[in-house]
């Protein structure tokens, strides 16, 4: 395997590690209504936050512009611009800078008025990640992939909902 497959390879894998902590984020999500939810509420913010966290972080890393070759970001790969997703991407890196990655003073002392400002939304994220995955399926063949990688990740988001309510007990359900 060539460097720059590896590179493409690595990347496709922390994509996809971001995207399964947000698909698992939303499915609790549906959950928080629920009596199993509320029996382990404190368990369950920790995870939530913590994914939220994850894939939030990870998400703003993959559009880092690119500074060097020691960093895989999606530029890396191409010099596709996700014009229509500029706001989207600029309010991620601005919650990572700010308040995900860094401690700001300023942010942390009113961190309600800094939330407010970005209102970054849930279903920015989830077309943030479609196109993501639609543009890398373009691409794998070019980096020695041939594999369905839109395929792949809705795979993926379907085996997490079918192991999350294996997970849930039936008591709960």
């Given amino acids: 395997m060539k460097k720059i497959e590896k590179d493409f390879d690595i990347f496709v894998n922390k994509l996809l590690s971001a995207y399964q902590q947000f698909c698992l984020d939303e499915i609790i999500h549906l959950e928080v209504k629920t009596n199993y939810y509320r029996r382990f509420k404190k368990t369950w913010d920790i995870t939530l936050s913590s994914l939220e966290l994850g894939y939030l972080i990870e998400l703003a890393k993959i559009f880092e512009s690119q500074r060097s070759d020691e960093t895989i970001t999606i530029y890396y790969f191409l010099d596709y611009k996700f014009k229509e997703y500029y706001g989207t991407i600029e309010k991620l890196k601005k919650l990572r800078n700010k308040f995900l990655a860094h401690t700001d003073v300023k942010t942390m002392r009113d961190l309600k008025k800094f939330m407010d400002s970005v209102k970054l939304k849930r279903s920015e994220i989830r077309l943030l990640f479609k196109k993501t995955i639609e543009v890398i399926d373009t691409m794998k063949t070019t980096f020695g992939l041939t ?22 007990p039936l008591k709960y359900q």
């Avoid at 990688?149 to 849930?168: A, T």
């Fill in 147 to 168: 594999e369905n990688l839109v395929q792949r990740f809705e795979d993926e988001k379907k085996s997490i909902e079918e192991e999350f309510k294996s997970f849930v």
